[in-house]
Nanobody, 129 residues
Framework: EVQLVESGGGLVQPGGSLRLSCTAS????????MGWFRQAPGKEREGIAI????????YYADSVKGRFTISQDDAKNTVYLQMNSLKPEDTAMYYC??????????????????????WGQGTQVTVSS
């Protein structure tokens, strides 16, 4: 089973930036899906940024489009989430997820938590003054 390890969460003021990292213990195929979900207290887990590695497609939730950017260092099996212009409503536990053997996903499927079997432990992001 592929292990995912996240880092980079913390406390930031509104308008600030953070970068999250997620490293996979291995990648078992040339193309795979890997990215970020978040869950605030009392809310469902939301897909926010997914990368279709090996193809280069990216998928973003409307709530983060234009502010967050997902990128990859393939040599390090690592994906990053650069978060800019952070808002208090971005406060949540952020989870890295990966699906390393997968049929092609639509955008909605890529952003759905149901399609992922590998998960990180989560890292807290708090946006507050």
């Amino acid at each position: 089973e592929v292990q995912l390890v996240e880092s980079g969460g913390g406390l930031v003021q509104p308008g600030g930036s953070l970068r999250l990292s997620c490293t996979a213990s291995e990648t078992t195929s040339r193309t795979y899906y890997m990215g970020w979900f978040r869950q605030a207290p009392g809310k469902e887990r939301e897909g926010i940024a997914i990368l279709w590695a090996g193809v280069g497609n990216t998928y973003y939730a409307d709530s983060v489009k234009g502010r967050f950017t997902i990128s990859q260092d393939d040599a390090k099996n690592t994906v990053y989430l650069q978060m800019n212009s952070l808002k208090p409503e971005d406060t949540a536990m952020y989870y890295c997820a990966g699906e390393f053997v997968s049929p092609v996903k639509t955008r909605d499927q890529a952003l759905s938590a149901r399609g992922y079997h590998s998960w990180g432990q989560g890292t807290q992001v708090t946006v507050s003054s």
